[in-house]
């Protein structure tokens, strides 16, 4: 069973707006939810991360939300850039430390 | 570049026949994670090794097996293969045994035929 979703296969953004990628989970025993960017040709690199009893958490341009009551997360970047353009995943860590990723959805950002 | 080094970049084989994926973690970390992601799925873990020994099991398929090395680089091998173990195979280390931050290779894209 699929635990963390992330409904939006593709998203496109004007450079220089505010880019929202949006995850749901379905399981309450995350403790840490993380964001994991991806080039092609390239394995995932690590973004940004938010503990499960944080609401928010800021790195630079990229913001992450979680919003426990409807087990949802958002990672906002602002302002977007032409470099943004890239996979976006979302996982959430287990209490065994186990990764449970989404699907990933495509940032497009247009010039 | 992560640091972290995966070797072949693509394999392309036939069906019923065994491959072996290989991987070099960042230096100095002691703990190996290995994924597949199929077409437009997420990363599926497999299992994780942890200085040699294994530390935790996913959803690995019994034809799959993996093992750390004395110098930290980890083998995959896969048997068996059938169509559906066409994916990309991610080699990922971390310095310790559970860290959510995890330095990822650029993979092994596995083709059955």
């Known amino acids: 069973d699929q635990q963390v979703k992330q409904n939006s296969p593709s998203l496109s953004v004007q450079e220089g707006r505010i880019s929202i990628l949006n995850c749901d989970y379905t399981n309450s025993m995350f403790d840490y939810f993380l964001w994991y960017k991806k080039y092609p040709a390239e394995g995932p690199t690590f973004l940004i991360s938010i503990s499960s009893i944080k609401d928010k958490n800021e790195d630079g341009r990229f913001t992450v939300f979680l919003n426990k009551s409807a087990k949802h997360l958002s990672l906002h970047i602002v302002p977007s850039q032409p470099g943004d353009s890239a996979v976006y995943f979302c996982a959430g860590r287990r209490s065994n430390y186990q990764l449970i990723w989404g699907a990933g959805t495509k940032l497009i950002i247009k010039p | 570049d992560s640091g972290v080094t995966q070797t072949p970049k693509h394999l392309i084989t036939a069906t019923g026949q065994r491959v072996t994926l290989r991987c070099s973690p960042r230096?100095?970390?002691?703990?190996v994670y290995w994924y597949q992601q199929s077409l437009d799925q997420g990363l599926q873990f497999l299992i994780q090794?942890?200085?040699?020994?294994?530390?935790a099991k996913g959803n690995i398929l019994e034809r799959f097996s993996a093992q750390q090395f004395p110098d930290l680089h980890s083998e995959l091998n896969l048997s068996s293969l059938e169509l559906g173990d066409s994916a990309l195979y991610f080699c990922a280390s971390s310095a310790l045994a559970g860290a959510y931050e995890q330095y990822f290779g650029p993979g092994t894209r596995l083709t059955v035929t």
């Open positions: 090794y942890y200085n040699g020994e294994e530390r």
């Open positions: 230096s100095g970390d002691l703990s």
